[in-house]
């Protein structure tokens, strides 16, 4: 043989000649940063989710920063979410200088358990900021029904969740559609469009977008793109602190592109996942589940391993045969950042989290993944967790 094995990555973002063409139209327009894409972008974005107001920032991080402030999160407020997340969730509570107040995740799932949330609000309690973990919705509706009995802003961590569907008096709605107070979305890479980085939030809330829009750019009274056009000589303000959280032009046409092309990506990313769904079961395997009023765009397919499998010991032998796979999400509690700091509170148990991160894997799902490419990472799942590979195995090691 004279070709090597090949290696199915894990994710891949799809990006051609059309993200080219309008890089170009921008660089040959001479206004790069902020601008008329941007504006054109977040006019976009909020017909597709069907909101209000949508504002584009630099990444979901600062999305969730401005999110928090925007409902009043300061020194010492409670915010309760995951811990079971990625790391940037709890981060931007602690920018606010508020205390990440974690509870478990949900049986059979990796989202929050909205029966939990309750025993963990306080009089500290500010918001309450609930994840679409992996594309998959989290119960929405309940949590914004908790949170308006106790008067508790919801913010959605939507980072994984463009595209993602939520059934909503009986109308399938995009996340992103105002139910919570603010929705917070990421254009990293690693997800399912991409702006090589990027963020946007959404809100029904007139008030809080405007706030956005002056914290994007250093609390600016009237941003650059006014003045640039104005007949008169404007002099700009500084009423109060802002940051530099601006997405630039080149990343909005980028966005803009990516946008068109989303309802077929998920099309082809709800496909793929039914028929890894129906090979995981011919394995006995569990395959992730989605609740009758959700519909996951799978950004992440996430695979929960038989007891007698360690996670380390799998994801080396799939990458061995050509398949790159991740363990499943982190547990922000357990990173050095965090643990023993006195920066959070666990108000539950937080053994699902756990048991989720180390014993959960990640499998290739792609847009462009072929049919021969999902075949290839089936037939190496077969090796390793067929009824007849298994009691193999279970036979050497006991
Ligand atoms: C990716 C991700 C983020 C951070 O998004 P960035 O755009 O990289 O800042 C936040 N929360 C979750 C759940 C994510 O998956």
Redesign the pocket.
Known sequence: MTHSTPMIPVAKPVLDEREVEAVRRVVLSGWVTQGPEVAAFENEFAAFVDAPHACAVS????A?HLALKAVGVGPGDEVITVSH??I??ANAIQYCGGVPVFIDIEAGGYNIDADLIETAITPQTKAILC?H?LGMPCDLKRIVEIGKRHAIPVIE?A??ATGSEILWDGRWEKIGKPHGDIACF???P??VVTTG???MLTTANAEYDRKFRLWRQHGMSVPDTVRHGSKEVIFEGYPEIGYNYRMTDLQAAIGREQLKRLPDLISRRRKLARQYSEHLDAMGLEAPSEPEWARSNWQSYCVELPASFDQRTTMQALLNAGVSTRRGVMNTHLEEAYMGKGLHRAATSLVRSEVAQRSTLILPLFAQMTDADLSFVVSALRDIFAPAARSAKELVSS
């Open positions: 990444n979901c991080t600062t969730l997340s990625f940037a969730t994840v973990q961590d980072a994984c990421s254009f990293h690693r997800k980085d990027g963020g």
